[in-house]
């Protein structure tokens, strides 16, 4: 039991100073136990900025829905935590650095885009490419919408800051992603002859290609467990799905088709993705490991791996014909294949869970 739990325990007084906590005696005091030996700047802001019955509310919850549901409640998804407050982002990103950082990505991608514009870049793109990056980029870009609309919805029903601050920042990034893409693809459009912006609403909608994937995305939006969506996107579609196609396709094949402003836009989200793996893998590896809970959640995460695997490989299945639209092909979708199922086994290996039944041994 932490120093906290024993204070909300013991402490049935709302007076000042009744409650004895971590640091009660010193000038510079924390209501929390730090990760390390001090708390840093994104702990002082984010731990324990949503209220939580079990530490400090000894009236329980302030205000509640009509229905008497809580504001926050742990049921709010199948996982189980012996104490939710013990994560902490990798990134330690916060409302500051998170807005910092978007402004740079899109500070560089438009200073890239416009070097490449002025240089007349867009027009000695090879033409089997453009029709590429008009009709397949452009659908992808609809993927990456759902994903930060699924993440956004998400992200209300954590149970603390943390895990909430984690998951909106990933919706975010995805979001900004998506418009990446269609500022992109609209602005070099100025420079291509017929090239359709719209033909990517309608690949997405209408290409057997990309129905997989529509029906992937779809499932997790539809997935009412905000933890199953946070697994999901990242733990699963992102390695099978969207590096596959982001990394093993787009930032692969581009230079060679006289593209060198793609791959630059795209590398964006491939950082993105670093950052969100790896809040979504120390979660769910706590999860996974919890003392009293880690059976019930490793065998839940088992069957949210299984169910959104199943529509990810479908998915990467279908898109196995992109890799043959290149004039100039220096990518095979089966090493594409291949490096994804590898990405997938380490993600499990650091998780905790038993990735063979998705990709095999």
């Known amino acids: 039991m932490s120093a906290t739990q024993e204070t909300v325990d013991s402490v049935k007084s709302g007076a000042a100073g009744a409650?004895?906590?971590?640091?009660?005696?010193?000038r510079k005091f924390n209501y929390f136990e730090p990760k390390g030996r001090k708390a840093s700047h994104y702990e002082d802001v984010t731990v324990d900025v949503q209220p939580?019955?079990?530490?400090y509310l000894l009236q329980d919850w302030i205000i509640s829905f009509a229905d008497g549901t809580p504001t926050y409640a742990e049921n709010w998804t199948q996982a189980l935590a012996?104490?939710?407050?013990?994560?902490?982002?990798?990134?330690?990103?916060?409302?500051?650095?998170?807005?910092?950082?978007?402004?740079?990505?899109?500070?560089?991608?438009?200073?890239?885009?416009?070097?490449g514009r002025r240089s007349g870049a867009p027009t000695r793109f090879d033409p089997a490419w453009v029709k590429i990056l008009q009709d397949h980029l452009g659908a992808y870009k609809h993927a990456e919408f759902g994903l930060g609309t699924a993440t956004m919805q998400a992200q209300r029903y954590g149970f603390t800051q943390m895990v909430n601050n984690?998951?909106?920042?990933?919706?975010?990034?995805?979001?900004?992603?998506?418009?990446?893409?269609?500022?992109?693809?609209?602005?070099?459009?100025?420079?291509?002859?017929?090239?359709?912006?719209?033909?990517?609403?309608?690949?997405?909608?209408?290409?057997?290609?990309?129905?997989?994937?529509?029906?992937?995305?779809?499932?997790?939006?539809?997935?009412?467990?905000?933890?199953?969506?946070?697994?999901?996107?990242?733990?699963?579609?992102?390695?099978l799905v969207g590096e596959l196609f982001r990394s093993g396709f787009i930032m692969r094949v581009a230079a060679a088709q006289n593209d060198f402003i793609t791959p630059a836009v795209v590398s964006a989200a491939e950082g993105d993705y670093e950052r969100n793996l790896a809040n979504a893998v120390e979660l769910m590896h706590m999860l996974a490991t919890d003392e009293k809970h880690g059976a019930h959640n490793q065998k839940l995460f088992g069957?949210?791996?299984?169910?959104?695997?199943?529509?990810?490989?479908?998915?990467?299945?279908?898109?196995?014909?992109?890799?043959?639209?290149?004039?100039?092909?220096?990518?095979?979708?089966?090493?594409?294949?291949?490096?994804?199922?590898?990405?997938?086994?380490?993600?499990?290996?650091?998780?905790?869970?038993?990735v063979r039944g998705v990709i095999g041994s």
């Open 166 to 239: 984690a998951i909106l920042t990933n919706s975010s990034y995805k979001l900004r992603f998506a418009q990446d893409l269609t500022l992109y693809l609209s602005e070099i459009g100025l420079d291509i002859e017929k090239f359709d912006i719209d033909a990517g609403k309608r690949h997405w909608l209408d290409d057997p290609v990309w129905q997989g994937t529509r029906e992937a995305v779809e499932a997790i939006m539809g997935a009412t467990d905000y933890l199953e969506q946070y697994f999901a996107v990242n733990i699963v579609f992102e390695p």
């Open 52 to 55: 939580d019955p079990k530490r």
């Open 19 to 26: 409650a004895k906590f971590v640091d009660w005696d010193s």
């Open 303 to 354: 069957t949210w791996l299984s169910h959104h695997g199943a529509l990810a490989n479908k998915a990467a299945a279908n898109l196995q014909p992109i890799w043959s639209l290149p004039r100039v092909k220096v990518a095979q979708y089966t090493d594409a294949v291949a490096q994804a199922h590898n990405r997938l086994r380490a993600i499990g290996s650091e998780v905790g869970i038993d």
């Open 82 to 115: 012996s104490d939710w407050h013990r994560y902490r982002s990798v990134d330690q990103e916060w409302e500051k650095t998170h807005y910092q950082r978007q402004s740079t990505i899109v500070g560089m991608l438009q200073n890239v885009i416009n070097n």
